[in-house]
């Protein structure tokens, strides 16, 4: 929804507050705000880089269209925009997020840190840059949810302590929705049993298809949530 959209909402409730008090005569406002009861279609724009663009998969097959159809399945009135850069690091986030954060965005999900691993960025680096990603988001009021990843231990306990405490620490402070490892249910299912060689790519590094379907399993609920915050904003 635009902002001009947004407007229109408030300018309705005001309406109908203006029923309950005074009676009849402020039916005319209401006439001349038709459609408002209707849901408004809830615009996502999905920020990443190759695990979110959907690297080395069919575009059917990627995060974003997957994401997509399970939250169409759901019944949700919503459009997934994809916004995954292969290769992006948070400072490559950081400086495409106001372009990102179109008129018609009403949500972010922001999915970096990746490529920040795979060159050991310092951690205090990756976090001022999502800081400044969720700030941006919270400046042109776009609720936002926060997918961490986990950091290898051969980097030594500092840097990981470091990393993976940065995506909780940060959505506590911009009340965003956390997702703590986006990883995370493909090494769930390896530990009960599935092959690895089914959930990822021969690179080791991107999830297969059925990969993504677990991923989008585990993340559907919570972007659900995302979804609704942004319906009351």
Do not use: C
């Not at 724009?45 to 998969?57: K, P």
């Not at 990981?160 to 405490?165: E, M, Q």
């Not at 297969?208 to 972007?223: H, K």
């Amino acid at each position: 929804m635009g902002r001009a959209f947004r407007s229109l909402r408030h300018l309705a409730y005001g309406a109908g507050h203006a029923v309950r008090k005074h009676g009849i005569a402020a039916l005319g406002v209401i006439v001349m705000l038709p459609g408002l009861a209707a849901a408004e279609t809830v615009t996502i724009a999905a920020l990443g880089d190759s695990l979110t663009q959907g690297y080395g998969l069919p575009q059917e097959e990627g995060f974003v269209p997957q994401l997509q159809a399970w939250l169409t399945d759901q019944g949700a009135d919503v459009v997934v925009q994809n916004a995954g850069v292969s290769g992006d690091t948070t400072r490559g986030g950081l400086a495409r997020v106001d372009w990102t954060l179109t008129g018609d965005v009403d949500a972010m999900i922001v999915a970096l840190g990746g490529n920040d691993l795979l060159r050991g960025i310092d951690p205090a680096s990756s976090r001022e840059n999502l800081d400044g990603i969720l700030a941006a988001a919270e400046a042109k009021g776009v609720e936002t949810m926060l997918v961490g990843l986990s950091a290898p231990g051969n980097y030594g306990p500092e840097f990981k302590a470091d990393f993976d405490a940065m995506y909780a620490e940060l959505a506590q402070s911009y009340d965003a929705l956390l997702a703590t490892n986006f990883l995370g249910p493909i090494q769930a299912a390896v530990d009960e049993g599935a092959t690895m060689g089914d959930l990822m790519q021969s690179d080791g590094i991107h999830p297969s298809a059925q990969g993504v379907a677990l991923m989008v399993q585990a993340l559907g609920p919570q972007v659900l949530d995302l979804i609704e915050r942004a319906r009351a904003d």
